[in-house]
């Protein structure tokens, strides 16, 4: 368990590891609920170091240091309804890159997302839903058709993926910082999807190092 900032992982590589093994003991119901005690608490009242940066869908089901077993500060976690990125949240994730020292970005999406959902609607009816849910579902939409230009009838995790890989590409295109932190080695972006009912989250596109032994998985299951 780690319990000092100085174990904690210095690379993506490392980073990337640490959050496989904490989803393996997810999944297995062998959770360790690290960094979670008094003793963890009051040492990080006045200071945190985590390890990533999480962006994710907003989702009920998807919270992010439960599917990977990690405990406080270990992760600096951003969420929007369809993980849809503003400037805010371009903010915020340069926020843990640079000022918290994060060495992993990590894009989580996940089966049944409803703002996929409200989007590939939105396409195939040729109409918008009201109120700010329109804004997300714009955001979303140039996935859908990514994904419809690469297959003549995408299935919904064709889009999903097509999300997430969206999702990663732009942070890396309209940050800087990010793009620095990842051409020096520093910093790598993941995006994986997560599988509700089996608790499992697949790696499914890569900007940076991440160690030669990561699997991306390309099906569509």
């Known amino acids: 368990m780690r319990s000092q900032p100085g174990t904690r992982p ?3 590589a490392h980073a990337w590891q640490e959050l496989q093994a904490g989803n393996a003991r997810f999944m297995a119901g ?9 003793h963890v608490r009051h040492r990080l009242s006045g200071k945190q170091w985590p390890f990533a940066v999480f962006f994710g869908c907003a989702d009920s089901r998807v919270a992010a240091e439960i599917v990977f ?3 406080l500060g270990d992760l600096f976690v951003v969420r929007t309804a369809g993980h849809v990125v503003d400037p805010s949240v371009l903010g915020s994730v340069e926020f ?3 000022k918290l020292g994060a060495h992993l970005i990590v894009v989580l999406g996940h089966d049944s997302c409803g703002a996929v959902a409200a ?7 040729n109409h918008m839903p009201g109120g700010y849910i329109r804004d997300i579902v714009e955001r979303v939409t140039p996935s859908v058709l990514a994904a419809r230009r690469e297959h003549a009838e995408p299935t919904v ?3 999903e993926h097509a999300h997430v890989r ?6 890396a295109d309209r940050s800087a910082i990010v793009t620095r932190a990842i051409e020096r080695g520093e910093v790598a972006i993941v995006g994986a999807e997560y599988k509700l009912a089996v608790g499992q989250a697949r790696l499914i596109h890569v900007i940076g190092d991440i160690g030669p032994g990561a699997q991306v998985d390309d099906g569509d299951a």
Not at 30 to 38: F, G, L, S
Not at 119 to 124: E, F, G, L, P, T
Not at 166 to 171: E, G, Q, S, Y
């Open 10 to 12: 210095k690379s993506p």
């Open 157 to 159: 995790w064709q889009v």
């Open 96 to 98: 843990g890159v640079q």
């Open 166 to 171: 969206a999702t990663c590409d732009l942070i």
């Open 119 to 125: 989007a590939i609607q939105a396409v195939a009816s």
């Open 30 to 38: 062998e959770r360790i609920h690290p960094n979670q005690d008094v």
């Open 69 to 71: 077993d990690q405990g």
